[in-house]
């Protein structure tokens, strides 16, 4: 029957488009070239081969000792697809680490070290 037909099209083009959409995410990669911006030169990445395709993860952080200058200790990234495009969830440019974290300690000595400031290096 025409009904029966049409089911069957409807779910071919169905299998067509699942199968594209896994294509997409498992054999290609799509976010190699969407790395963000390094905030600072000393921002440690942690990228393998699976950090370029839909769902692959990156994370950025600082050497000891400092942190973003927004606070986090550490940045994940996913790469997504939003629309048409693929890209990583978070913003172009990463923060620098030009925070210090910790209190400051030094034998024989004091500090003024107040935790609810924010300490820049250099």
């Given at each position: 029957s025409v009904q029966l037909k049409l089911r069957r099209q409807w779910n071919t083009?169905?299998?067509?488009?699942?199968?594209?959409?896994?294509l997409e995410q498992k054999l290609f990669i799509v976010?190699?070239?969407?790395l963000p911006t390094l905030?600072?030169?000393n921002t440690i990445s942690k990228i393998t081969n699976?950090?370029?395709?839909i769902g692959g993860n990156i994370s950025y952080t600082c050497p000891p000792g400092l942190i973003f200058n927004d606070l986090?200790?550490?940045i994940n990234l996913t790469c997504s697809k939003n629309g048409e495009e693929f890209s990583y969830n978070e913003?172009?440019?990463l923060p620098p680490?030009?925070?210090?974290?910790g209190s400051f300690e030094h034998a024989n000595s004091t500090s003024d070290?107040?935790?609810?400031?924010?300490?820049?290096?250099g």
């Open positions: 083009c169905k299998q067509n488009r699942a199968t594209k959409q896994l976010c190699k070239g969407k905030g600072s030169k699976e950090s370029y395709y986090r200790t550490e913003t172009k440019q680490c030009n925070l210090c974290s070290y107040d935790s609810a400031k924010k300490y820049e290096t």
